[in-house]
Protein backbone atom coordinates (compact mmCIF):
# COMPACT_ATOMS: atom_id res chain seq x y z
CA UNK A 1 0.00 0.00 0.00
CA UNK A 2 3.09 2.30 1.07
CA UNK A 3 4.61 1.73 -2.30
CA UNK A 4 1.61 2.25 -4.32
CA UNK A 5 1.11 5.74 -2.60
CA UNK A 6 4.74 6.72 -3.70
CA UNK A 7 4.65 5.92 -6.72
CA UNK A 8 1.46 7.69 -7.28
CA UNK A 9 3.01 10.68 -5.74
CA UNK A 10 6.30 10.63 -8.41
CA UNK A 11 4.12 10.09 -10.83
CA UNK A 12 1.82 13.14 -9.72
CA UNK A 13 4.72 15.60 -9.31
CA UNK A 14 6.02 14.79 -12.86
CA UNK A 15 2.71 15.27 -14.00
CA UNK A 16 2.96 18.79 -11.95
CA UNK A 17 6.50 19.73 -13.43
CA UNK A 18 5.15 18.95 -16.81
CA UNK A 19 2.41 21.26 -16.58
CA UNK A 20 4.55 23.90 -15.59
CA UNK A 21 7.10 24.04 -17.77
CA UNK A 22 4.40 23.84 -20.99
CA UNK A 23 2.88 27.23 -19.43
CA UNK A 24 6.65 28.23 -18.72
CA UNK A 25 7.42 28.03 -22.25
CA UNK A 26 3.53 29.23 -24.12
CA UNK A 27 3.36 31.95 -21.17
CA UNK A 28 5.70 33.50 -19.85
CA UNK A 29 9.03 32.91 -22.51
CA UNK A 30 6.80 32.81 -25.53
CA UNK A 31 8.04 35.88 -27.15
CA UNK A 32 12.11 34.17 -26.45
CA UNK A 33 11.42 30.86 -27.98
CA UNK A 34 9.46 32.61 -30.92
CA UNK A 35 12.32 34.78 -31.70
CA UNK A 36 14.85 32.22 -31.29
CA UNK A 37 13.01 29.73 -33.59
CA UNK A 38 12.33 32.19 -36.45
CA UNK A 39 16.32 33.00 -36.01
CA UNK A 40 18.05 29.39 -36.12
CA UNK A 41 15.34 27.33 -37.19
CA UNK A 42 13.48 29.18 -40.16
CA UNK A 43 14.91 29.89 -43.88
CA UNK A 44 13.61 32.02 -46.90
CA UNK A 45 12.58 30.47 -49.90
CA UNK A 46 13.05 31.54 -53.33
CA UNK A 47 9.80 29.93 -55.02
CA UNK A 48 10.82 31.91 -58.45
CA UNK A 49 8.61 34.69 -60.11
CA UNK A 50 9.98 36.85 -57.35
CA UNK A 51 7.97 34.89 -54.58
CA UNK A 52 9.93 33.92 -51.18
CA UNK A 53 8.44 31.91 -48.90
CA UNK A 54 9.54 31.22 -44.92
CA UNK A 55 9.75 27.61 -43.65
CA UNK A 56 11.05 25.54 -41.08
CA UNK A 57 15.07 24.23 -41.52
CA UNK A 58 13.83 21.08 -41.17
CA UNK A 59 17.48 19.57 -41.23
CA UNK A 60 18.22 21.57 -38.11
CA UNK A 61 14.73 21.07 -36.69
CA UNK A 62 15.48 17.09 -36.54
CA UNK A 63 19.20 17.66 -34.76
CA UNK A 64 17.58 19.74 -32.45
CA UNK A 65 15.05 17.26 -31.64
CA UNK A 66 17.23 14.23 -31.68
CA UNK A 67 19.18 16.78 -28.82
CA UNK A 68 16.55 17.38 -27.06
CA UNK A 69 15.17 13.58 -27.09
CA UNK A 70 18.77 12.24 -26.04
CA UNK A 71 19.16 14.85 -23.03
CA UNK A 72 15.68 13.53 -21.93
CA UNK A 73 16.75 9.96 -21.79
CA UNK A 74 19.95 11.03 -20.09
CA UNK A 75 18.41 12.72 -17.94
CA UNK A 76 15.23 10.05 -16.95
CA UNK A 77 17.88 7.59 -16.83
CA UNK A 78 20.00 9.73 -14.23
CA UNK A 79 16.54 9.97 -12.12
CA UNK A 80 16.30 6.51 -12.32
CA UNK A 81 19.87 5.64 -11.05
CA UNK A 82 19.14 8.32 -8.53
CA UNK A 83 16.13 7.25 -7.29
CA UNK A 84 17.46 3.53 -7.27
CA UNK A 85 20.56 4.41 -5.11
CA UNK A 86 18.04 6.38 -2.64
CA UNK A 87 15.88 3.16 -2.55
CA UNK A 88 17.99 0.66 -2.22
CA UNK A 89 20.05 2.53 0.53
CA UNK A 90 16.95 3.39 2.49
CA UNK A 91 16.08 -0.01 2.15
CA UNK A 92 19.73 -1.27 3.41
CA UNK A 93 19.26 0.61 6.66
CA UNK A 94 15.82 -0.33 7.25
CA UNK A 95 17.44 -4.01 6.99
CA UNK A 96 19.73 -3.45 9.13
CA UNK A 97 17.94 -1.65 11.85
CA UNK A 98 15.50 -4.58 11.50
CA UNK A 99 18.17 -6.86 11.96
CA UNK A 100 19.69 -4.78 14.78
CA UNK A 101 16.07 -4.96 16.83
CA UNK A 102 15.43 -8.24 16.55
CA UNK A 103 19.20 -9.56 17.58
CA UNK A 104 19.10 -7.17 20.91
CA UNK A 105 15.39 -8.92 21.75
CA UNK A 106 16.91 -12.15 20.98
CA UNK A 107 20.19 -11.36 23.05
CA UNK A 108 18.23 -9.32 25.55
CA UNK A 109 15.25 -11.62 26.13
CA UNK A 110 14.71 -15.03 26.90
CA UNK A 111 12.63 -15.56 23.75
CA UNK A 112 13.56 -18.30 21.22
CA UNK A 113 15.16 -17.56 17.87
CA UNK A 114 12.59 -18.77 16.02
CA UNK A 115 10.58 -16.41 17.89
CA UNK A 116 12.51 -13.96 16.88
CA UNK A 117 14.27 -14.13 13.66
CA UNK A 118 10.97 -14.95 10.93
CA UNK A 119 12.55 -17.37 7.76
CA UNK A 120 13.75 -15.53 5.89
CA UNK A 121 17.32 -14.65 8.49
CA UNK A 122 17.78 -18.47 8.49
CA UNK A 123 21.73 -17.66 8.36
CA UNK A 124 21.51 -14.92 10.90
CA UNK A 125 19.82 -17.29 13.11
CA UNK A 126 21.99 -19.78 13.46
CA UNK A 127 24.62 -17.60 13.82
CA UNK A 128 23.03 -16.01 16.58
CA UNK A 129 22.53 -19.22 18.40
CA UNK A 130 25.74 -20.30 18.50
CA UNK A 131 27.08 -17.39 19.35
CA UNK A 132 24.67 -16.60 22.54
CA UNK A 133 25.78 -20.27 23.02
CA UNK A 134 29.26 -19.16 23.16
CA UNK A 135 29.11 -16.24 25.48
CA UNK A 136 26.73 -18.39 27.92
CA UNK A 137 29.48 -20.94 28.29
CA UNK A 138 32.04 -18.36 28.50
CA UNK A 139 30.52 -16.52 31.29
CA UNK A 140 29.57 -20.15 33.13
CA UNK A 141 33.77 -20.67 32.65
CA UNK A 142 34.14 -17.02 34.22
CA UNK A 143 32.04 -17.50 37.02
CA UNK A 144 33.10 -21.02 38.04
CA UNK A 145 36.75 -19.32 37.50
CA UNK A 146 35.78 -16.63 39.91
CA UNK A 147 34.22 -19.13 42.80
CA UNK A 148 37.32 -21.19 42.18
CA UNK A 149 39.78 -17.86 42.85
CA UNK A 150 37.40 -16.46 45.48
CA UNK A 151 37.35 -20.33 47.64
CA UNK A 152 41.36 -20.18 46.91
CA UNK A 153 41.81 -17.18 48.16
CA UNK A 154 39.42 -17.72 51.75
CA UNK A 155 41.52 -21.08 51.90
CA UNK A 156 45.15 -19.27 51.50
CA UNK A 157 44.14 -16.48 54.21
CA UNK A 158 42.76 -18.96 56.48
CA UNK A 159 45.76 -21.25 55.94
CA UNK A 160 48.39 -18.25 56.75
CA UNK A 161 47.41 -18.06 60.27
CA UNK A 162 48.52 -21.44 61.28
CA UNK A 163 52.18 -21.32 60.59
CA UNK A 164 52.23 -17.64 61.70
CA UNK A 165 50.73 -18.58 64.81
CA UNK A 166 53.37 -21.61 65.61
CA UNK A 167 55.97 -19.40 64.53
CA UNK A 168 55.49 -16.68 66.71
CA UNK A 169 54.42 -19.11 69.68
CA UNK A 170 57.96 -20.84 69.10
CA UNK A 171 59.98 -17.47 68.90
CA UNK A 172 57.88 -15.95 72.26
CA UNK A 173 59.54 -19.79 73.64
CA UNK A 174 62.97 -19.32 72.69
CA UNK A 175 63.10 -15.55 73.56
CA UNK A 176 61.34 -16.31 77.02
CA UNK A 177 63.50 -19.24 78.31
CA UNK A 178 66.93 -17.97 77.64
CA UNK A 179 68.60 -21.34 79.63
CA UNK A 180 66.62 -24.09 77.28
CA UNK A 181 68.89 -27.01 76.56
CA UNK A 182 70.38 -26.76 73.01
CA UNK A 183 68.53 -30.19 72.06
CA UNK A 184 65.20 -28.66 72.63
CA UNK A 185 66.40 -25.08 71.46
CA UNK A 186 67.46 -26.76 68.11
CA UNK A 187 63.87 -28.98 67.63
CA UNK A 188 61.98 -25.47 68.28
CA UNK A 189 63.98 -23.87 65.78
CA UNK A 190 63.75 -26.02 63.40
CA UNK A 191 59.92 -26.55 63.74
CA UNK A 192 60.06 -22.45 63.49
CA UNK A 193 61.81 -22.80 59.88
CA UNK A 194 59.67 -24.91 58.39
CA UNK A 195 56.50 -23.15 59.63
CA UNK A 196 58.29 -20.11 57.94
CA UNK A 197 58.64 -21.24 54.95
CA UNK A 198 54.94 -22.31 54.40
CA UNK A 199 54.23 -19.36 55.26
CA UNK A 200 56.58 -17.84 52.49
CA UNK A 201 55.13 -20.61 50.32
CA UNK A 202 51.43 -19.78 51.15
CA UNK A 203 52.33 -15.76 50.49
CA UNK A 204 53.92 -16.80 47.23
CA UNK A 205 50.77 -18.14 46.21
CA UNK A 206 48.75 -14.80 46.70
CA UNK A 207 51.45 -12.79 44.76
CA UNK A 208 51.25 -15.91 41.87
CA UNK A 209 47.39 -15.48 41.43
CA UNK A 210 47.79 -11.14 41.51
CA UNK A 211 50.19 -11.51 39.15
CA UNK A 212 48.71 -13.57 36.28
CA UNK A 213 45.66 -11.22 35.48
CA UNK A 214 48.05 -8.26 34.92
CA UNK A 215 51.12 -10.13 33.21
CA UNK A 216 51.63 -10.20 29.39
CA UNK A 217 52.99 -13.57 28.69
CA UNK A 218 55.50 -12.31 24.63
CA UNK A 219 57.85 -14.46 23.40
CA UNK A 220 61.69 -14.20 22.71
CA UNK A 221 62.18 -16.62 21.09
CA UNK A 222 65.31 -18.29 19.66
CA UNK A 223 67.08 -21.71 18.43
CA UNK A 224 67.04 -23.80 21.45
CA UNK A 225 68.78 -27.15 22.34
CA UNK A 226 65.49 -29.13 24.05
CA UNK A 227 67.72 -31.86 25.06
CA UNK A 228 70.06 -30.03 27.12
CA UNK A 229 67.22 -28.25 28.63
CA UNK A 230 65.74 -31.24 30.24
CA UNK A 231 69.23 -32.76 31.18
CA UNK A 232 70.08 -29.60 32.70
CA UNK A 233 66.63 -28.91 34.33
CA UNK A 234 66.49 -32.60 35.61
CA UNK A 235 69.37 -32.14 37.69
CA UNK A 236 68.06 -28.95 39.59
CA UNK A 237 65.31 -30.75 40.22
CA UNK A 238 67.49 -33.48 42.24
CA UNK A 239 66.63 -31.46 45.95
CA UNK A 240 63.03 -31.96 45.30
CA UNK A 241 63.05 -35.17 44.29
CA UNK A 242 65.56 -37.09 47.12
CA UNK A 243 63.25 -35.21 49.65
CA UNK A 244 59.77 -37.48 47.99
CA UNK A 245 62.26 -40.55 46.66
CA UNK A 246 61.87 -39.46 43.54
CA UNK A 247 64.23 -40.70 40.28
CA UNK A 248 64.45 -38.75 36.92
CA UNK A 249 64.51 -41.78 34.09
CA UNK A 250 65.75 -39.27 31.23
CA UNK A 251 65.04 -40.96 27.51
CA UNK A 252 65.81 -37.73 25.12
CA UNK A 253 67.24 -38.06 21.42
CA UNK A 254 70.41 -35.77 20.42
CA UNK A 255 70.04 -32.68 19.04
CA UNK A 256 66.03 -31.94 19.52
CA UNK A 257 65.97 -28.34 18.42
CA UNK A 258 63.18 -26.09 17.82
CA UNK A 259 62.66 -22.29 17.68
CA UNK A 260 61.31 -21.08 21.48
CA UNK A 261 61.50 -18.40 24.41
CA UNK A 262 63.66 -20.56 26.38
CA UNK A 263 63.03 -19.32 29.40
CA UNK A 264 59.10 -18.99 29.04
CA UNK A 265 59.65 -23.32 28.10
CA UNK A 266 61.96 -23.78 31.08
CA UNK A 267 58.49 -22.76 33.24
CA UNK A 268 56.49 -25.38 31.27
CA UNK A 269 58.74 -28.06 32.28
CA UNK A 270 59.32 -26.99 36.01
CA UNK A 271 55.42 -26.40 36.54
CA UNK A 272 55.04 -29.76 34.70
CA UNK A 273 57.60 -31.49 37.25
CA UNK A 274 56.36 -29.94 40.13
CA UNK A 275 53.44 -31.41 39.26
CA UNK A 276 54.93 -35.00 38.64
CA UNK A 277 56.46 -34.73 41.97
CA UNK A 278 53.51 -33.67 44.18
CA UNK A 279 51.78 -36.10 43.17
CA UNK A 280 52.93 -39.20 42.55
CA UNK A 281 53.93 -41.81 44.96
CA UNK A 282 56.76 -41.97 46.80
CA UNK A 283 60.15 -43.97 45.95
CA UNK A 284 59.04 -44.12 42.04
CA UNK A 285 60.68 -43.15 39.17
CA UNK A 286 59.59 -40.00 36.53
CA UNK A 287 59.76 -41.17 33.06
CA UNK A 288 60.59 -37.98 30.99
CA UNK A 289 60.75 -38.99 26.96
CA UNK A 290 61.74 -36.49 24.46
CA UNK A 291 61.38 -37.17 20.66
CA UNK A 292 61.18 -36.32 16.91
CA UNK A 293 58.38 -37.27 15.67
CA UNK A 294 58.29 -35.98 12.38
CA UNK A 295 56.17 -33.19 12.37
CA UNK A 296 56.98 -32.14 15.91
CA UNK A 297 59.17 -32.58 19.02
CA UNK A 298 57.19 -34.33 22.12
CA UNK A 299 58.05 -33.88 25.92
CA UNK A 300 55.88 -36.78 27.63
CA UNK A 301 56.62 -36.44 31.28
CA UNK A 302 55.05 -39.64 33.14
CA UNK A 303 54.84 -40.58 36.49
CA UNK A 304 52.89 -43.50 39.02
CA UNK A 305 50.68 -41.66 41.31
CA UNK A 306 46.83 -41.42 41.96
CA UNK A 307 44.67 -41.76 38.61
CA UNK A 308 42.81 -38.42 38.10
CA UNK A 309 39.20 -38.76 37.90
CA UNK A 310 38.25 -37.97 34.37
CA UNK A 311 35.97 -35.12 35.30
CA UNK A 312 39.34 -33.43 36.95
CA UNK A 313 41.27 -34.32 34.04
CA UNK A 314 39.27 -32.23 31.92
CA UNK A 315 39.70 -28.99 34.28
CA UNK A 316 43.23 -29.67 34.74
CA UNK A 317 44.70 -26.51 32.68
CA UNK A 318 41.50 -24.19 34.21
CA UNK A 319 42.88 -21.34 36.02
CA UNK A 320 42.87 -21.56 40.18
CA UNK A 321 41.72 -25.33 39.30
CA UNK A 322 43.36 -27.69 41.93
CA UNK A 323 43.30 -31.47 42.04
CA UNK A 324 43.75 -31.70 45.58
CA UNK A 325 40.95 -29.30 47.45
CA UNK A 326 42.16 -30.15 51.08
CA UNK A 327 43.32 -26.46 52.85
CA UNK A 328 45.77 -28.14 54.69
CA UNK A 329 47.46 -29.64 51.90
CA UNK A 330 51.20 -29.09 50.65
CA UNK A 331 50.44 -30.31 47.22
CA UNK A 332 49.54 -28.07 44.94
CA UNK A 333 49.77 -24.44 44.61
CA UNK A 334 47.41 -21.81 43.84
CA UNK A 335 46.27 -23.33 40.45
CA UNK A 336 47.95 -21.02 38.08
CA UNK A 337 51.17 -23.94 37.21
CA UNK A 338 49.35 -25.98 34.53
CA UNK A 339 46.80 -22.88 33.40
CA UNK A 340 50.06 -20.78 32.66
CA UNK A 341 52.17 -23.75 30.94
CA UNK A 342 49.16 -24.42 28.85
CA UNK A 343 49.23 -20.65 27.45
CA UNK A 344 52.93 -20.71 27.14
CA UNK A 345 52.46 -23.66 25.04
CA UNK A 346 49.60 -22.45 22.98
CA UNK A 347 51.77 -19.14 22.16
CA UNK A 348 54.57 -21.28 20.75
CA UNK A 349 52.03 -23.14 18.66
CA UNK A 350 52.07 -26.12 20.45
CA UNK A 351 49.81 -28.64 22.23
CA UNK A 352 49.96 -29.69 25.86
CA UNK A 353 47.69 -32.55 26.65
CA UNK A 354 47.19 -35.17 29.94
CA UNK A 355 46.11 -38.66 30.66
CA UNK A 356 45.50 -40.48 33.26
CA UNK A 357 44.72 -44.24 33.93
CA UNK A 358 45.89 -47.37 35.68
CA UNK A 359 47.59 -44.86 38.57
CA UNK A 360 49.94 -43.72 35.26
CA UNK A 361 49.74 -40.13 34.62
CA UNK A 362 51.55 -38.36 31.42
CA UNK A 363 51.59 -35.05 30.52
CA UNK A 364 52.76 -34.69 26.73
CA UNK A 365 53.86 -31.07 25.21
CA UNK A 366 54.21 -31.30 21.40
CA UNK A 367 56.09 -28.00 19.78
CA UNK A 368 56.49 -27.28 16.21
CA UNK A 369 59.93 -28.22 14.65
Same mark, same amino acid.
Given at each position: ????????????? =???? #?????? &?????????????? %??????????????????????????????????????????????????????????????????????? =???????????????? &????????????????????????????? +??????????????????? &????????????????????????????? /???????????????? %????????????????????????????????? #???????? %??????? +????????????????????????????????????? @??????????????????????????? @?? !??????????????? /??? !????????????????? /???
Amino acid at each position: MWDAVKIAFVIGI =GITV #CLGVFY &LLDNVLNGMIVDWF %SKYMMVERYEGNGITTIGPDWYRVKIMAVSVLLLGVVVWLLSIFAASRLGAKKEKKRVITAVSRMIYQYME =GDAEAAEVFPKEYAEI &LAQMLEIKADIQRNEQILKEEASRKNDLI +AYLAHDLKTPLTSVIGYLS &LLNEISDMPMKQRAKYINITLDKANRLEK /LINEFFDITRYNLQQI %SLDKEVTDISYMLAQMTDEFYPILNAHGNTIDL #CVEEDLTA %SIDAQKM +ARVFNNILKNAVAYSYQNTPIEVIAENTGSAIRITFQ @NKGKTIPKQKLESIFEKFFRLDEARGS @NT !GGAGLGLAIAKEIVT /LHG !GIIEAFSENETTAFTVE /LPL
